[in-house]
């Protein structure tokens, strides 16, 4: 608001008269932070409502639990597995969930979630009476590891029809490759990093035992770089070799990096697609909407 004033000298002086244009700003952004609130009160209420896909992604170290609305990840949590069932519980009260599904590396947990949710449709990836997406060659499918179907189905949905190698890199390196034609046919297993430090150490008299350090260069110094060399670089060419491998039969072919310890191989592996840490969820959620549909 301005208004005139005298001035020492007599004349007039335009001056900015601010305090109450910062009173009716101070109340308008109130109200605005109050509107927002309340929007966003209506939208968390909105999505409560809505059906949920209850996603859980039991690994070796961790545990992720994911709430889908359709295709859209609404939460997730990491979590120790001793603290599953409780967080469950707890996302049982405020959403609406309508399908589950579980993929474990260590034990199951179908008895305590059929409990919890006994009206739902509950589903892990060794059930038989699941769908999955693809035609699966693998000789010893019982033994086949949930997390490795649900990394090749993730693979499928993103890529349709094409040949894909999804490369995962956690406690294990596991590799999984699935045809144009939708015919998974296996892959192969290898240490993952901690595994490789843990047996060097391990397996001889005076090793040390390290942790991951990317050492640029080819010739150790030391035995601390000659190890940290040894794992990087026997990673780096392990999956370049298979690569290269698969390419000879597989002209045009996608490869699909993912895992937790994924990100020290940027730009190391050519023409490699780096997926995002909830490639394997993503997935899943698809496996869920795909049952839905048989």
Avoid at 4 to 11: A, D, K, L, R, V
Avoid at 119 to 134: A, R, T, V
Avoid at 146 to 158: H, N
């Amino acid at each position: 608001m301005w208004y005139h004033q005298e001035s020492n000298q007599g004349h007039k002086d335009f001056q900015s008269f601010a305090l109450p244009t910062e009173l009716w700003y101070q109340k308008a952004m109130a109200n605005i932070l109050i509107l927002n609130k309340a929007v966003f009160k209506c939208f968390c209420n909105f999505i409560k409502k809505c059906s949920m896909n209850l996603v859980i992604d039991i690994g070796n170290t961790s545990v992720k639990v994911y709430l889908f609305e359709k295709d859209q990840i609404v939460s997730k949590n990491l979590l120790n597995e001793e603290s599953l069932i409780n967080h469950v519980k707890s996302l049982s009260k405020d959403y609406n969930i309508k399908n589950i599904i579980c993929s474990t590396v260590s034990k199951s947990y179908k008895i305590q979630l059929a409990e919890l949710f006994a009206d739902i449709e509950y589903y892990e990836l060794s059930d038989k009476k699941l769908n999955i997406p693809f035609h699966n060659n693998y000789k010893t499918k019982n033994s086949l590891g949930q997390d490795r179907i649900g990394l090749v189905s993730a693979a499928f949905f993103k890529f349709p029809n094409e040949n894909s190698l999804v490369v995962d890199i956690g406690t294990c390196i596991t590799y999984d490759f699935i045809d144009s034609k939708n015919i998974y046919h296996g892959g192969a297993i290898s240490p993952g990093i901690n595994m490789r430090y843990n047996s060097l150490n391990k397996f001889t008299s005076n090793l040390p035992l390290l942790e991951f350090n990317n050492v640029e260069k080819m010739i150790g110094s030391s035995t601390d770089e000659s190890i940290h060399i040894g794992v990087y670089n026997g990673i780096i060419g392990e999956i370049n070799e298979y690569i290269n491998r698969l390419e000879e039969k597989y002209l045009k072919l996608n490869v699909i990096i993912t895992g937790g310890d994924s990100t020290f191989l940027l730009n190391k592996i050519k023409n490699a697609i780096f997926a995002d840490q909830d490639f394997l969820a993503i997935g899943l959620n698809n496996i869920l909407k795909y049952n839905e549909g048989h």
